[in-house]
């Protein structure tokens, strides 16, 4: 390790063609070594990938029309690219990706939302996490450097929605999606955000389309996510939410987090 900065982003496109322009500009005023986009929406055949590698980056995804879909840009070739889960359950592949890059592993999910917390898209999401700790397992070491980026659609903490008591039932904030994710984090993972933000409320990665000014009231949620291993959170030098690019014209409801590494 050299200290040479790593740049590490996440976003959730809702539409990577609608978002195009948008992303694009994003890229070259910040320049980040890898970016992970969900909800591409887009099958394979139709993902826009030329304008990406113009702009200097190399693009792997995987989707389905019109519903989740994700992708890695990165600066340098990828390595080791897989897509989806490789247990006996449903394959998902339009929810999982990753790679290495600069040596790291790379991990992008789009985790189930749920939809409502007595459905079984809930009882899903729950099994995800726990398939998800299990593909962790499997392949990775919690003790070398791995990021694990995306929209993991569960708000850790109180701090991260805008009303807790309000939302404590919503399958996005409740316990037992909560637990799900926490037993994910507990086989070695670090919230690389709250490292250099401890207990700072109003942090916020999505908001709304229906509420009205949500930027301004602060009606958001933190749900998108950066996290890392000891080893490599232990090199990171700070982590950012770029709350400017949801203001931007047609934007997603979700906006850019991103966390800086010195390899």
């Known amino acids: 390790m050299d200290g040479v900065p ?103 999910t789009y985790v189930p939302q749920g939809r409502e917390v007595d459905s079984e898209h809930f009882q899903y999401k729950l099994a995800w996490f726990e ?19 995306g929209d993991f659609n569960v708000a850790t903490e109180d701090i991260d929605v805008y009303a807790p008591d309000k939302l404590r039932d919503h399958v996005d904030f409740h316990p037992h999606a909560q637990a799900a994710l926490a037993r994910v984090r507990d086989w070695g993972f670090v919230d690389v955000f709250r490292k250099h933000h401890p207990g700072e409320p109003g942090q916020f ?6 509420a009205r000014n949500a930027i301004e009231r602060g009606i958001g949620w933190r749900i998108d996510h950066i996290w890392a291993t000891l080893p490599l959170a232990g090199l990171s030098q700070r982590a950012w939410i770029d709350v400017e690019a949801r203001k931007e014209e047609r934007p997603s409801d979700h906006t850019f987090v991103v966390a800086e590494f010195a390899l």
Not at 131 to 149: G, I, M, Q
Request: aromatic share 12%; glycine share 6%; no cysteine.
């Open 6 to 108: 790593f740049t590490v982003a996440t976003y959730n496109a809702n539409s990577i063609r609608t978002r195009l322009p948008l992303i694009l500009s994003w890229l070259a005023r910040v320049s980040p070594d890898v970016v992970g986009i969900q909800e591409t929406k887009v099958q394979d055949a139709d993902f826009p990938a030329a304008p990406f590698r113009d702009a200097g980056y190399h693009v792997v995804f995987r989707g389905q029309k019109a519903h989740a879909g994700v992708a890695l840009l990165s600066r340098e070739e990828p390595g080791d690219v897989d897509a989806g889960f490789d247990d006996d359950g449903p394959a998902d592949e339009p929810r999982l990706i990753r790679a290495v890059v600069r040596g790291i592993p790379v991990i992008n």
């Open 131 to 149: 398939r998800l700790r299990a593909f962790f397992e499997r392949h990775y070491d919690p003790s070398k450097p791995l990021v694990w980026v």
């Open 205 to 210: 990665s999505y908001w709304d389309y229906r």
